[in-house]
């Protein structure tokens, strides 16, 4: 699965670093020589970890082994609008799926947090759809952990609006058709906008506020002669 986003929509917003480039997105079975860096992913990225689970690359391969159990590697390229040509592609995310009757569970959804916000995440999401279908799954069931640690996968979790429980583990569970992957991520899309016009929004109200002059420094009593 591969798939062309557009430039970051806030990388021409005063004080952002971010150049504007396009990524390329491309989701596929994991290949062998790069199960370590997945590994290494799963451990490094707590904030865009749903599950806050960590996996070595033996678990990887033998998850990889079972019947209808999958590891998806997430790569990026970005491509630079002015002179139109790839930059080196990196990994950026894993996805550990399997299908349980009815349901395409996502065990670990794990992204690279520089990434955020640009439309990596939602392109994870389709690809289980995607795999949901193929599969014969009417859902796409993702677990979340609730920590403090992965504030960024829950929101975006939470922005999908589908059917949300909470297991007697404690973790949230998301659910939706996978029919309706392309709702799901219209209105997750709408919900990112407006979240970030709100942030614009506040960001160039403090700007405007007047800012104090510098203080005056205090001048020592003078001494009678």
């Known amino acids: 699965m591969i798939l062309t986003l557009p430039p970051d929509p806030d990388a021409s917003a005063p004080g952002t670093q971010r150049a504007a480039a396009a990524l390329s997105v491309d989701i596929q079975p994991a ?17 865009f970890n749903a599950r806050l689970v960590s996996y070595s690359d033996e678990d990887l391969r033998a998850w990889m082994t079972r019947p209808d159990h999958h590891v998806l590697q997430v790569q990026v390229e970005e491509v630079r609008q002015a002179r139109d040509l790839a930059q080196e592609a990196h990994l950026v995310g894993l996805l550990v799926c399997h299908a349980d009757e009815e349901d395409f569970i ?10 955020l916000g640009r439309g990596v995440e939602r392109a994870m999401v389709r690809a289980l759809a995607d795999l949901a279908l193929a599969s014969g799954c009417g859902a796409v069931v993702l677990r979340v952990r609730r920590s403090v640690l992965n ?17 007697p583990s404690g973790e949230m569970e998301v659910a ?6 392309d709702d799901v991520l219209a209105r997750a899309e709408q919900r990112a906008r407006r979240r970030r016009a709100r942030i614009g929004q506040a960001t160039q109200v403090r700007s405007q506020r007047p800012r104090p002059g510098p203080m005056q420094q205090a001048q020592p009593p003078s001494m009678a002669a």
């Open 31 to 47: 290949r062998p020589e790069c199960l370590a860096e997945l590994a290494r992913l799963s451990v490094g990225h707590p904030r």
């Open 176 to 181: 939706f058709a996978s029919l309706a992957a």
């Open 106 to 115: 996502a065990d670990a959804f794990v992204l690279d947090e520089a990434l």
């Open 151 to 167: 504030l960024p996968a829950r929101a975006f979790c939470a922005s999908l609006g589908a059917c949300v429980e909470t297991l």
